[in-house]
């Protein structure tokens, strides 16, 4: 996690979910991979760090996701979910305009060029 303070906190599952949201995101996000899972222990620190910041949950459209979502929705029932379109299930294979488009539905400023393919 990072030290500079940024407002909007972005979980992903794997590190290539980030790097592909990472190019999309114009503005600054601490973007943080759970690598599928959690741990009790790293959820404890990830609940103080998010205490005063903005928390999106961006998972794949599968059933590891979908475990990894309802429990973030215990944990941190004030984070925005976004979702991805069922047909794509994985937010690295996405298209680059569709997770654009889903960030920008969040209030995540996105970078235009991935908007003008839609």
Do not use: W
């Not at 500079?4 to 114009?26: F, H």
């Not at 059933?63 to 973030?72: D, P, S, V, Y």
């Amino acid at each position: 996690m990072n030290d500079s303070y940024v407002d909007k906190v972005l979980i992903v599952e794997g590190t290539s979910d980030k790097r592909k949201v990472k190019r999309i995101v114009k503005e600054p996000v601490e973007i943080i991979c759970t690598n599928g899972t959690i741990s009790i222990t790293k959820l404890d620190e990830l609940i103080d760090f998010l205490e005063d910041k903005d928390v999106y949950i961006l998972v794949d459209a599968d059933a590891a996701g979908e475990k990894l979502r309802k429990q973030f929705k215990r944990e941190f029932p004030q984070a925005e979910h976004i979702y991805i379109d069922r047909s794509y299930r994985e937010v690295a294979t996405a298209p680059e305009h569709h997770l654009a488009t889903v960030l920008l539905g969040a209030n995540i400023d996105v970078h235009t060029q991935f908007l003008e393919n839609c």
